[in-house]
Each structure stands twice: as C-alpha cells, then as structure tokens.
C-alpha cells in the first residue's frame, strides 16, 4: 500500500520558518517526481513546489520563489518543504503528492497527473 504521510505544519508567526517533510512508503520513491501543493480556505489546491527523482530539477511557484526549498532525500524516502519568511498568504493545508513520467512545467503543475497524495499538514501564519 502506498503511503504518503505529511508533518510539520503548524502554527507561526509571520517571518518564521517551517520545514515540511513527506515520509513515502510503499513506492519505489527515487522514481518519482514529488511536489508539494497546497489549498487556502476558499480557493483552489495550488501547486507550490516539485522536485523531479533525482532532485536534479526542481520548480517554484511565484509566490514562493525565494523563500521557500524543496528537497528530498532518496535514501530515506522523504521529501521536504523548507518555508522561510512565512506571510499570512501562506496560510493553508499544505499536500505532498508524487507522480511518474516526465519533468516539464506542463506536466508537474497539472494535479491530475499525480498517482498519490498525502492527507495533508495544516499550515497556520498569524500577522
């Protein structure tokens, strides 16, 4: 059974930092591009980060270029979200989510693409 299992959201002040990792089992993981999404109240679940499988390339959304890391360490099955600088805009639940096939802007913002998502880490930034 695949799993993806999310942790270290919570609740921080604007400035702070987070660091996100997702923990995949059950999947040969350094074949898969891994992202990061995320879904404010009321809107949409936007793509927020992805890293291709050998963490060779990686892509960042606008609002998050400059603050925010992905990474992932295939040797331990996990991936992470570094969050520095964390505004109130930030404010959401954050999902990792994993896919296979090619790396290309395209292909890794679209949702649909993704075999398998996690339940999602609550991430709070307060004013």
């Known amino acids: 059974q695949v799993r993806l299992v999310e942790s270290g959201g919570g609740l921080v002040q604007a400035g702070d930092s987070l660091r996100l990792s997702c923990a995949a089992s059950g999947l040969p993981f350094s074949e898969y591009t891994m992202a990061w999404f995320r879904q404010a109240p009321g809107k949409e679940r936007e793509i927020v980060a992805a890293?291709?499988?050998?963490?060779?390339?990686?892509y960042y959304a606008d609002s998050v270029k400059g603050r925010f890391a992905i990474s992932r360490d295939n040797a331990k099955n996990t991936g992470y979200l570094q969050m520095n600088s964390l505004e109130p805009e930030d404010t959401a639940v954050y999902y990792c989510a994993a896919r296979q096939g090619g790396f290309t802007t395209s292909s890794i913002t679209q949702q649909q693409g993704y075999n398998y998502w996690g339940q999602g880490t609550q991430v709070t930034v307060s004013p």
């Open positions: 890293t291709s499988w050998s963490g060779g390339g990686s």
